[in-house]
């Protein structure tokens, strides 16, 4: 009974059963080729419409020569403030709007910044040099001092007897063996960040950082540092690779090394700014969004071209092309251009606060340089990045196509803190550190194509994101 | 009976064979984790090491300054060869040796270049122009010719009427639409290596011809141009981008357009030069070959820095780190410098004769650029690139994991008609043709870290075949 039953069963599942599962599997197969074959059309035609007629480059250029660098505060950051929206609406963006929140407003002073370096009594040396982004200045006179050399805090800390009333130099380099740049970085930044903190705890009177780069110049390269309520605040310059070579070779050879450093910078009180948001509603659920951005803001140095101009007018050519090709699609793409990200993240957080009633599905930023794009990087679950992961042929042509996990930005981090899927475009970043926060950071280290590329990559993940959901 | 055998055999499979392949696999994947580890720790000292104590960058600036661009025939090529013979004889290769053969030796002449360009009579306009590898020169007054301007070798012979007596410009632009520069360059390059030809079958009197490149600026591209036996040798000059749109523009709107053109350069008799050879022999199959290699001629423009000083410098980088690490495979890695890939192919063609009795198992180039390498473009069959692909794991870490189908370079080319699997070091080519055959082509485009991991992604992949063969 039971085998006859069993047979029975076996038979109604071939003949419905059976042919019903092979229709549901033609069917989504059918429909995945389906929905396959539009969005590799789709993005043959984003590609071809960025590279014939695309205008990151032509934006950038603008950006860099008619206001440059843009630091908080400053009327640059401001004009590009304007400038900003003014182009959203010339592109037609939807809601395009400033949303007001203060920020800090540090400036380099209008003294010329030195380091003379005075060796056995020998003539003096200049040093270049740069005030580190949050420092106080030094009395018009500077600040004389010898020079204590180190690698890390612990160093500093085991040495402290030597530091006291010393201007103390922290000249461990990025490490090369990092394959990635930005790792390079992120084990060499602490001495930046917290090198005034750690220094002052010892008595020192000042603190100079090895520049953040691996490459061998002269230009100094600032960046944040901070301060606590716990130890006395000190002045905190870097000085260039070259320079630090300089510094570190006199010390080992000489006995009476001391450098006097002029610093004329200063934090004045908090300035109103904006972040500049513009959109293409959508059509189905315009309340869901599909969050696209960079930071507006730049330091004090060069144009700031690939920190991050670039990932600005990445952000606004990605839905300039999107509206040039007409596309709308089902969900709401939102371009945010933060203000504020190098010193003090008040965009972004003031971002994430006002939004927190809104249904963001993703947030993508740009803001490692505008080099070749190679994917992107991605936070979030592991069914959300499989699915992202489905769409990623559609970046094979443009060699963008390895995405990984793990990858954001430090404007969508407050967002990914409420636990909004994060990305970041990631790209070829060997160069970012030879221009990053300093005077090579200019329009001409930008390639077109390059820029351009990240700006389809970037267009084709929005669309499909705002069409597809997350 | 039947059921009863049926299970008997499925006993004994279930006893014996199943335990049996149960261990096969395990061995299989013990030993395949086991390999996987070893090259893992293998590719990574060869990143560390290329990374912190490299030296291709360093043999580069060598090259470029010590040396400069080196066009086949020229003193400066003589240089290279013996400078390259020393630097494998310094990081004792074996069998560092030259293989002599005649080259090309076409010069471009003392006298400067020209071509004015005279527009209705009013004050003429100097363009920047360079003769094209191989063109014929002019008399000492130059050439003075009404400008006809066509996009195509179609369009020219249905003009064909207009075209006598006339300088042919030939100004069809690499097209943009094109992700990969390589594919615009084959589109547009034809108007280069044809052009004079196809000028002279209609009675032109000089071909002038629209730079290969996509980047703005007044700095015109050489390259090779070839002639045939059937029609009249005539100039031919490549014209800088900014200037073909100046000459175009002016060519629209006035009437009576007209350029003197004047040339210098010409063809001597064939020179006496050499392929530069040096090995790392294989411990176990010395008689099978894993050849890398790059040009060593380069036009005679810039420092031929890019192409193809980079590919040179990397290939004997690759096997300065296998020996610094003092690692030897099973089969012999030989390090190749091709003479005169530019203007005649000789160095490859002599290489592929004179060396078809041995076995090469595979054969690698380096000639797109010293930029951040992507992977390898692979030419073989499908068992091969398989296997080829499995290794590429090794290169993930550096982001070179990128493996294609299709790939090779010119100097090899005569190697793969042997049947020799052939393959290609894949580079970010975006800024490739801003430089390619110009002036612009110095070291200061190359970047140190990206060089150094084209060397690493060679060093890799030429030991792991030739431990393993293929």
Same mark, same amino acid.
């Given at each position: 009974?039971?085998? %006859?039953?069993?047979?029975?069963?076996?038979q109604f599942?071939?003949?419905?059963i059976f042919?019903?599962? +092979?229709?549901c599997?033609?069917?989504?197969d059918?429909s995945?080729?389906?929905s396959k074959? =539009? %969005?590799d059309?789709?993005?043959?035609s984003?590609i071809?419409t960025?590279l014939?007629?695309?205008?990151a480059y032509?934006?950038?250029h603008?950006?860099?020569f008619?206001?440059?660098h843009r630091?908080? !505060?400053?009327?640059?950051a401001a004009?590009a403030?304007?400038?900003?929206?003014?182009k959203m609406?010339?592109?037609?963006?939807?809601?395009?709007?400033?949303?007001s929140?203060? /920020?800090?407003h540090?400036?380099?002073?209008?003294?010329?910044?030195?380091a003379?370096l005075n060796?056995?009594?020998?003539p003096?040396i200049?040093?270049?040099?740069?005030?580190?982004?949050?420092?106080?200045?030094?009395?018009?006179? &500077?600040?004389?001092?010898a020079v204590?050399e /180190?690698?890390s805090?612990?160093e500093?800390?085991?040495l402290?007897?030597?530091?006291? &009333?010393?201007?103390?130099?922290?000249n461990?380099?990025?490490p090369?063996?990092?394959? =990635?740049?930005?790792?390079? %970085?992120?084990s060499a930044?602490?001495q930046?960040?917290?090198?005034?903190?750690?220094?002052?705890?010892?008595g020192?009177v $000042?603190?100079?950082?090895?520049?953040?780069?691996?490459?061998r110049?002269?230009?100094?390269?600032?960046g944040s540092m901070?301060y606590n309520?716990?130890?006395?605040?000190?002045?905190?310059?870097a000085i260039?690779?070259?320079?630090?070579?300089?510094?570190?070779?006199?010390?080992?050879?000489?006995?009476?090394?001391s450098i006097?450093?002029?610093?004329?910078?200063?934090?004045?009180?908090?300035?109103p700014? $904006?972040n /500049?948001i513009g959109?293409?509603v959508?059509?189905?659920?315009?309340?869901?969004?599909?969050l696209v951005g &960079?930071?507006?803001?730049?330091? @004090?140095k060069?144009?700031g071209?690939h920190?991050d &101009?670039a !990932?600005?007018?990445q952000t606004?050519?990605?839905?300039r092309i999107?509206k040039?090709l007409?596309?709308q699609?089902?969900r709401t793409?939102?371009a945010v251009?933060?203000?504020n990200e190098?010193?003090g993240?008040?965009?972004?957080?003031?971002y994430?606060?006002?939004?927190?009633?809104?249904?963001h599905?993703a947030?993508i930023?740009? @803001?490692a340089g505008?080099?070749?794009?190679?994917?992107?990087?991605?936070s979030?679950d592991?069914?959300?990045?499989?699915?992202i992961?489905t769409?990623a042929?559609?970046f094979?042509?443009i060699?963008a196509?390895?995405f990984?996990?793990?990858g954001g930005?430090?404007?969508?981090?407050?967002?990914a803190?409420?636990?909004?899927?994060?990305l970041?475009?990631r790209? @070829?970043?060997?160069?970012?550190f030879?221009?990053h926060?300093?005077d090579?950071?200019t329009?001409?280290k930008?390639?077109?194509?390059? +820029?351009?590329l990240?700006?389809?990559a970037?267009?084709?993940l929005? %669309?499909v994101? $705002?069409?597809e959901g997350?």
């Amino acid at each position: 009974m039971l085998r %006859y039953r069993t047979v029975l069963t076996f038979q109604f599942c071939m003949k419905k059963i059976f042919p019903l599962l +092979l229709l549901c599997l033609y069917i989504r197969d059918y429909s995945f080729s389906q929905s396959k074959q =539009m %969005y590799d059309s789709l993005a043959r035609s984003l590609i071809t419409t960025g590279l014939t007629s695309g205008k990151a480059y032509e934006l950038l250029h603008e950006l860099c020569f008619s206001i440059g660098h843009r630091l908080s !505060g400053s009327s640059q950051a401001a004009q590009a403030v304007e400038w900003s929206k003014n182009k959203m609406n010339e592109f037609q963006f939807d809601n395009v709007r400033l949303e007001s929140l203060f /920020v800090p407003h540090w400036v380099r002073g209008n003294t010329e910044e030195a380091a003379m370096l005075n060796a056995n009594g020998e003539p003096q040396i200049p040093l270049t040099v740069c005030a580190l982004g949050g420092s106080i200045g030094t009395s018009p006179e &500077g600040i004389t001092a010898a020079v204590l050399e /180190v690698q890390s805090f612990e160093e500093l800390h085991s040495l402290q007897e030597k530091a006291k &009333g010393k201007i103390i130099f922290f000249n461990r380099p990025m490490p090369k063996e990092k394959i =990635m740049p930005f790792e390079a %970085y992120g084990s060499a930044v602490n001495q930046r960040g917290s090198g005034a903190i750690e220094a002052a705890k010892v008595g020192g009177v $000042a603190a100079l950082v090895r520049s953040m780069t691996m490459r061998r110049d002269d230009v100094p390269h600032t960046g944040s540092m901070s301060y606590n309520d716990t130890v006395k605040k000190i002045p905190s310059a870097a000085i260039s690779i070259l320079d630090a070579e300089l510094l570190s070779a006199a010390l080992s050879k000489e006995k009476n090394v001391s450098i006097n450093l002029k610093l004329s910078c200063e934090t004045l009180p908090d300035v109103p700014s $904006a972040n /500049v948001i513009g959109e293409i509603v959508g059509s189905e659920k315009p309340e869901e969004i599909i969050l696209v951005g &960079g930071h507006l803001d730049s330091w @004090d140095k060069g144009h700031g071209a690939h920190d991050d &101009g670039a !990932g600005c007018v990445q952000t606004i050519e990605a839905l300039r092309i999107l509206k040039q090709l007409g596309l709308q699609p089902k969900r709401t793409i939102r371009a945010v251009l933060f203000m504020n990200e190098e010193n003090g993240l008040r965009g972004g957080k003031h971002y994430a606060q006002s939004h927190s009633n809104e249904k963001h599905l993703a947030a993508i930023e740009a @803001d490692a340089g505008g080099f070749s794009p190679r994917g992107f990087g991605i936070s979030t679950d592991s069914i959300r990045f499989e699915k992202i992961k489905t769409w990623a042929y559609l970046f094979a042509s443009i060699d963008a196509d390895n995405f990984k996990k793990g990858g954001g930005g430090a404007d969508i981090s407050e967002l990914a803190k409420q636990g909004i899927p994060v990305l970041g475009l990631r790209v @070829d970043t060997q160069r970012y550190f030879d221009y990053h926060h300093s005077d090579n950071d200019t329009f001409d280290k930008v390639h077109e194509r390059e +820029l351009e590329l990240g700006a389809i990559a970037l267009a084709i993940l929005v %669309y499909v994101l $705002a069409e597809e959901g997350l």
